[in-house]
């Protein structure tokens, strides 16, 4: 999964993907899924979001999966919060009550490390990969996750000649494309992003929009 590449960046703290508060969509479309207290959540690629500490505040345990030690690490000191560390395969978990992060390689996740996670959220995962490892993620994640299962999902579209990724730039159709088989799709919302973004207009980007997608298994 590049591991080099997104260590370095975590190592030098190029982390411009890091966002400062809780996903706006997240707090909007979230409640849509309709899930019940108590059901587990997956956070693919999390880094450090902010994110899963709102989901857990929404009465969600929450699996997390980063490769970067130091964003597990610096999740929790920035909460001043000490986790429990244990080794589970292969993976180095940290573990703070109902909100756990498991250090590793997400291809290396099985059924049985997400048997109750109920729903997925995926904001930086997706967009972080190119297109043939998008591809192996996506069929990765189906295959793990319980057949009852729902997700937010968000993209970026601009135009890829442009700009080099990541993030990478993912059309609806491609979306549509990978989960195709067993999943039902509902765009919930898009906007336009691209004024306050200073790489994309330096770019030459003309246009650039956040696409957030509902997930359902079939």
Request: glycine share 8%; net charge negative; proline share 5%.
């Amino acid at each position: 999964m590049h591991d080099a590449f997104w260590q370095e960046r975590w190592a030098r703290n190029q982390i411009g993907f890091h966002q400062e508060k809780v996903n706006g969509y997240l707090r909007r479309h979230w409640s849509a899924l309709g899930l019940a207290k108590g059901a587990a959540v997956l956070v693919p690629l999390c880094g450090k979001s902010l994110d899963m500490v709102w989901l857990a505040e929404q009465g969600h345990p929450v699996i997390g999966v980063e490769l970067a030690e130091r964003a597990v690490e610096d999740f929790f000191n920035e909460r001043d919060v000490q986790p429990q560390v244990s080794q589970r395969g292969a993976f180095k978990v940290y573990q703070a009550g109902e909100l756990q992060i498991l250090c590793g390689d997400f291809f290396a996740l099985s059924p049985a490390d997400v048997a109750g996670c109920q729903a997925f959220y995926d904001r930086a995962a997706l967009i972080a990969l190119p297109p043939p490892m998008r591809e192996r993620y996506v069929a990765h994640l189906q295959a793990i996750v319980p057949v009852a299962c729902q997700g937010l999902l968000v993209t970026l579209v601009y135009d890829q000649a442009k700009m080099d990724g990541p993030p990478f730039s993912v059309a609806d159709t491609e979306v549509e494309q990978h989960f195709a088989d067993g999943w039902t799709l509902h765009k919930v919302e898009e906007k336009d992003v691209l004024t306050g973004n200073p790489r994309f207009i330096d770019s030459g980007l003309t246009a650039v929009d956040e696409h957030v997608f509902r997930l359902i298994r079939r």
